[in-house]
């Protein structure tokens, strides 16, 4: 497996932050390289995957790509099909390479192209090997002005794996620069205290900064199963590695996401400072230790066991050592490390997970069998290993959504603070300790607002579709179909809300369902396919009264930007990023890191350790960034936004 790093997406959440994706990098290479993520915004991206923003010091970059046509046919074509002396060439040169580590692999062509005429889908691959300079060519098919899809890619044990992915085709006319980062290889076993190996173990690089760890993971591996890892890391730099015990859940497979829902209950993660050089492999041998398992049962309040409850360790000290959303470590003043993890009860609702003997956790609760949604803070307990915790969660509540005495499916429920969906039946399982408010919505009904008590835990109660709500149809009028987009509003006597509306191409307009009143609405991007991604916010007053209101809107189309911003060592730094449009209005907003459910900064502020997507979306035009990278100094950048398509200002420092 390759090395990896800047990187790999990774969540934060209020339990466990994210990060090691030692693991995560698995499940990009086990998946289709070629097929980009269904809704993905990214128009012309070089992956999240380590070569990211990997350019020369003070270098910039920004691509525009084209939209992605349905394809209902499909055709393979052979890479030297259709080639004549007289066709295009792609010439490609990498630069970064290293004269202490020579790149020793093909780099690999993609190429997915559509006929209009034909509805047909045309596939060309291809390879070549740079030479010593880094140079090599592709001839390019006939058919290479309809491609719709480029993509190269390769693994070079000596770099961060290179993967390249641009909406349309690349101007053959121009030399196409991949710029590569060289890294340091680090390998060895992962056994335990009586020299087996521990297969399934995943190794995470963090580097050291002020002494100390930091978030995110900069390279990963997984132990194969004599115990053995590999991986490639920034050179020169100070690491921490933490190899961590997860469970086989498929013997002799590498591990993805999925399969890591279990860490080891019986042995401990452990740590090592290392510093890797290039052209040198380092070797760095893990012994995990025995671990103290914290045990323990949840029960329903009646005395059953809970059965398939997720349970979670939480740790109060901080910093954390993020892995993924469901796992992080924290090394104790001993010396130790303690693993955050989480496990899932049996049919006894009993559950096992690592601990240190002696180091009191929380123990929590953090989701339910089935479908029951727990509308409070999760149950909790304090619990010190060897010592067992026993944790008492509430019956549900079973609501029951009913339109003259029929299930009515998928109703929405709204909780004032939250709401949830009704299931095929339209029935919902909740849990709750305290006093909460809900009722019922679907299409044109409503039912009366209903107050949920303590006391009707383990029973069922019905809500009837009564009031009747008026329906406004919205029409987005433009050359791009609108499929989605989120309607907020808010009446003039104060009640406000907001929905996420969907359609397919064969759907009519969106229908939104409101009392009588007078309202403003503000209709904006609401996520999946790229016009509901791009859509520019754009605001009515409306008058909803007895009868069916129709309200059409312009569908105006925005785009956003990313910012790669690394030091010599491929390092992803922090810094601000103040930006300004053509009138000299400043626009600055958030960014969030590239990651799943990414951490978000203060506005303005680029955070360390990823790739920063711009939160807003912005007019189509010219913008004017100014950063300020702190000890790396200041860049000034002038950016173009176009419609529907994410721009990438790349800068290496």
């Not at 790093?5 to 090691?20: E, S």
């Not at 390479?97 to 209009?116: I, M, N, Q, S, V």
């Not at 790229?530 to 009264?545: H, K, S, T």
């Not at 978000?600 to 990278?629: K, M, Q, R, V």
Request: net charge negative; with cysteine.
């Amino acid at each position: 497996m390759g090395p990896m790093y800047p990187p790999p997406a990774r969540r934060a959440t209020p339990i466990v932050l994210a990060g090691i994706l030692a693991l995560a990098v698995v499940a990009w290479i086990t998946r289709d390289l070629w097929e980009p993520p269904v809704g993905s915004p990214t128009v012309a991206r070089q992956e999240a995957d380590p070569t990211s923003g990997l350019t020369q010091a003070g270098d910039s970059a920004v691509q525009r790509g084209t939209t992605i046509p349905s394809r209902p046919s499909e055709s393979r074509v052979a890479a030297d099909a259709g080639q004549s002396p007289a066709e295009p060439v792609l010439h490609v040169r990498l630069r970064g390479l290293h004269p202490k580590a020579p790149w020793t692999t093909t780099l690999r062509l993609r190429l997915d192209g559509y006929d209009e005429t034909a509805r047909q889908r045309h596939v060309h691959d291809d390879e070549a090997t740079p030479d010593a300079d880094g140079r090599c060519s592709f001839p390019l098919p006939t058919w290479y002005q309809a491609v719709t899809q480029t993509r190269l890619e390769a693994r070079d044990p000596n770099y961060v794996r290179l993967l390249r992915h641009v909406e349309g085709i690349i101007d053959p006319a121009h030399e196409l620069l991949l710029d590569v980062q060289v890294v340091a290889i680090i390998e060895g076993r992962v056994v335990d205290k009586d020299g087996r190996p521990v297969p399934g173990a995943g190794i995470g690089a963090f580097a050291i900064r002020d002494g100390e760890p930091t978030d995110p993971v900069l390279a990963g591996d997984t132990a194969k199963d004599d115990g053995r890892y590999r991986l490639g890391a920034p050179p020169d730099v100070p690491l921490l590695l933490v190899a961590l015990p997860f469970k086989e859940t498929r013997p002799g497979r590498y591990k993805t996401p999925q399969d890591l829902r279990a860490m080891r209950s019986d042995l401990l993660p452990v740590t090592k400072r290392v510093s890797g050089a290039i052209g040198v492999v380092g070797t760095e041998d893990f012994v995990l230790p025995d671990a103290t398992p914290i045990t323990g049962v949840v029960r329903w309040q009646n005395g059953r066991p809970v059965e398939n409850a997720t349970v979670i360790v939480l740790s109060r000290p901080d910093p954390l050592l993020r892995i993924s959303d469901s796992y992080a470590v924290h090394v104790l003043p001993s010396g130790a490390v303690l693993p955050l993890a989480q496990a899932d009860t049996d049919q006894q609702g009993q559950f096992r997970l690592p601990g240190v003997e002696g180091a009191a956790v929380d123990v929590s609760v953090r989701s339910l069998p089935g479908d029951a949604v727990l509308l409070e803070d999760f149950p909790t307990r304090r619990c010190t290993p060897p010592r067992p915790v026993e944790l008492t969660v509430t019956l549900p509540i079973t609501l029951r959504v009913r339109n003259a005495g029929a299930a009515a499916p998928h109703a929405e429920l709204d909780f004032e603070r939250t709401t949830a969906r009704a299931g095929d039946d339209g029935e919902l399982a909740v849990v709750t300790t305290r006093p909460v408010r809900v009722r019922a919505t679907r299409e044109g009904l409503q039912s009366p607002w209903i107050t949920l008590l303590p006391e009707s835990a383990g029973t069922a109660i019905d809500l009837e579709l009564r009031a009747a709500l008026t329906e406004v149809a919205i029409e987005f009028e433009g050359e791009f179909r609108v499929r989605n987009t989120t309607i907020a509003w808010r009446s003039d006597d104060g009640r406000e809300g907001r929905e996420h509306l969907v359609r397919d191409d064969n759907s009519g307009p969106f229908r939104l369902f409101l009392p009588p009143g007078r309202y403003h609405l503000s209709a904006g991007p609401g996520g999946g396919e790229r016009n509901g991604i791009f859509l520019l916010p754009v605001e009515r007053d409306v008058e909803v009264g007895q009868a069916p209101r129709q309200l059409t809107l312009p569908a105006l189309f925005g785009g956003r930007f990313t910012v790669h911003a690394t030091d010599s060592s491929g390092l992803y730094i922090g810094g601000t990023c103040r930006v300004v449009d053509a009138s000299g209005k400043d626009v600055t907003d958030r960014f969030t890191v590239q990651a799943e459910g990414g951490d978000i900064g203060a506005p303005g502020e680029l955070l360390p350790g990823s790739p920063n997507d711009f939160t807003a979306i912005l007019p189509a035009g010219e913008y004017l960034l100014t950063f300020d990278f702190r000890d790396h100094g200041a860049r000034e950048h002038r950016l173009v936004i176009r419609p529907r398509e994410v721009a990438e200002v790349r800068v290496r420092l």
